[in-house]
Nanobody, 124 residues
Framework: QVQLVESGGGLVQAGGSLRLSCAAS????????KGWFRQAPGKEREFVAA????????SYADSVKGRFTITRDNAKNTLVLQMNSLKSEDTAVYYC?????????????????WGQGTQVTVSS
């Protein structure tokens, strides 16, 4: 069964950092574009960041640009989101996702596989 499993969420004070990880169960996921999305209570799920299969290109939402960094380690089949200078508005459930074609994707509907999500809470 294909699985994406996130970890690393938690409670942090504003200005702090968290590192989210996403482990993939399927070896072929190393060829997939990977992304991070988040969903705050009462809001739509939104794009955060995405990275190409080989890590040569990445893209970020304007709201996180300069604070978050997406990386991947294909040897370990792992995706990472390093989040620095966290703000209360970053509070959300964070999801990792994978898509089977090569273009960076920004929409929820473009991704084929999703993790169960990990809660990030930033206290002000």
């Amino acid at each position: 069964q294909v699985q994406l499993v996130e970890s690393g969420g938690g409670l942090v004070q504003a200005g702090g950092s968290l590192r989210l990880s996403c482990a993939a169960s399927l070896r072929t996921f190393k060829y997939y574009v990977k992304g991070w999305f988040r969903q705050a209570p009462g809001k739509e799920r939104e794009f955060v960041a995405a990275i190409t299969w080989n890590g040569t290109r990445s893209s970020y939402a304007d709201s996180v640009k300069g604070r978050f960094t997406i990386t991947r380690d294909n040897a370990k089949n792992t995706l990472v989101l390093q989040m620095n200078s966290l703000k209360s508005e970053d509070t959300a459930v964070y999801y990792c996702a994978a898509k089977g074609d090569y273009g960076l994707g920004y929409g929820v509907g473009e991704y084929d596989y999703w993790g169960q999500g990990t809660q990030v809470t930033v206290s002000s």
